[in-house]
């Protein structure tokens, strides 16, 4: 080799060893300002959905003397969760070690230990695009407002006590495992399935829903339920607190993109068409039936529609959100009615009948409007198969969280008791649990 060539061969390689280098600082992930700014204004949303959102909406279909029993209990629950989430919640939600596409084994079902007390966390780990830490918290919300929403099951007669152990146990054997299951990633039970849930229909509200039913099986009625008139003692605050769930939602549907980009646009879209379509739909079959459209009637049309609008926020598209938001109005009206009134169980604030419902619904036509051929804008080009794999994943959480939220309660109503006495709650939960009163009149 002649010196000329060696001297080439040198000015080639000074050339591509840079280019190298520049090629693996561009493969390494880069966090983007844009997208981080999103997140954390889409956590702070879904926070807000529970205090104060859900905690006024519910708060104000209690009789007054239990009004402040359901706001404690839905800041409680923030605080117990936030803590639990920290320790061993995130990682036994997102912790991958184990998992393998296609293969079943234990870390299908849950994650492990590696990330507990967010070991291996500094500002510089990236989740995504934006830093770990936000995507942390992001996730922490949704762990916070799925417990709370069972609280509108068993609402007016469970102790202070029992209701924290209870959500403490469920988030650890039910909630975080569902959470793995469906959104961990390749090797994830019902992510090797296909089940499609971008934000959580299936995770958190078909989930919180189905625990409502049994809890509120399990602790019975309230005591004069159903011949003593029941009204909820502040619709205004039931209002107020829909308008904030509705606008928190967007945190909640739109973050789910973990991006600021077209999905998280398009999930904004068609989160606020599927939501009015429901509380139109809601409140003509109100109308139609009971003669006169009711202000409860369309706040819970707003949430029925929020909820089945969830798992199919990233995938569907406008005309398919209208279906969606008008099947999911009309069908929770007549089970947070009609069907609650025939099997004759206690589910004091439709927990059951908006939110499993609704996350049933919506699970089950994500499966048909994900699909292009129905305006869609997911992968689905065999509707019948994607609409069985969806019927398959809700098949497996009604199952799965029925059972284990079952045996929860049966154990601490053996352990604790789970009721308030019949003298404590005639008194009111307010007084009698915490001393205090909502209201001085």
């Not at 591509?16 to 280098?21: E, M």
Request: proline share 3%.
């Amino acid at each position: 080799m002649t010196l000329r060539k060696i001297a080439g061969l040198g000015a080639l390689l000074s050339l591509v060893t840079p280019a190298l280098a520049m090629a693996d600082e561009a493969a390494a992930p880069v966090l983007n300002s844009g997208d981080t700014a999103w997140m954390l204004v889409a956590s702070l949303l879904v926070l807000f959905m529970t205090i104060p959102g859900l905690a006024l909406f519910y708060g104000g279909m209690v009789r007054s003397k239990n009004v402040l029993s359901v706001l404690m209990q839905c800041f409680a629950i923030t605080c117990v969760i936030s803590i639990l989430w920290v320790i061993f919640g995130y990682s036994i939600a997102f912790d991958t070690t184990g998992m393998e596409q296609g293969v079943v084994n234990l870390n299908s079902f849950i994650g492990g230990f590696g990330k507990a007390f967010l070991s291996g966390l500094t500002p510089a780990s990236l989740t995504y695009l934006v830093p770990e830490s936000v995507f942390v918290v992001f996730q922490m919300t949704f762990a916070i407002i799925t417990p709370a929403l069972i609280v509108g099951a068993f609402a007016e007669r469970m102790k202070f006590s029992a209701m924290l152990i209870f959500m403490a146990v469920w988030f650890t054997l039910v909630y975080a495992p569902i959470a793995h299951m469906v959104w961990a990633g390749n090797g994830g039970l019902m992510w090797d399935w296909g089940v499609l849930d971008f934000a959580g229909g299936t995770v958190v509200h078909i989930n919180a829903g189905i625990a409502g039913l049994v809890a509120c099986i399990v602790l019975g009625k309230r005591k004069g339920f159903p011949t003593t008139p029941m009204a909820p003692h502040n619709l205004g605050y039931t209002l107020v607190g829909a308008a904030m769930l509705w606008v928190g939602w967007f945190g909640f549907n739109a973050g789910s993109a973990v991006a600021a980009n077209g999905t998280a646009g398009m999930a904004m879209l068609v989160t606020q068409i599927a939501t009015a379509a429901a509380a139109l739909g809601w409140m003509a079959a109100e109308w139609l039936t009971h003669g006169k459209p009711s202000a409860l009637g369309i706040a819970s049309g707003v949430v029925a529609g929020l909820v089945a609008i969830t798992p199919a926020a990233g995938t569907a598209g406008p005309m398919g959100a209208i279906v969606i938001g008008l099947s999911a109005g009309v069908i929770c009206f007549f089970c947070a009615t009609s069907l609650k009134r025939k099997l004759g169980y206690d589910d004091s604030l439709d927990a059951f009948g908006v939110h499993g419902i609704g996350g049933i619904v919506g699970a089950l036509l994500t499966g048909v409007f994900a699909a292009p051929a129905l305006g869609g804008f997911g992968t689905v080009e065999d509707i019948p198969g994607q609409l069985f794999i969806q019927f398959k994943g809700v098949a497996f959480t009604v199952i799965y969280t029925a059972i284990v939220t079952f045996v929860i309660l049966k154990v601490l109503d053996m352990v604790m008791g789970l009721r308030v006495s019949e003298e404590e709650e005639a008194v009111g939960l307010d007084l009698c649990l915490h001393n205090e009163r909502g209201y001085n009149l």
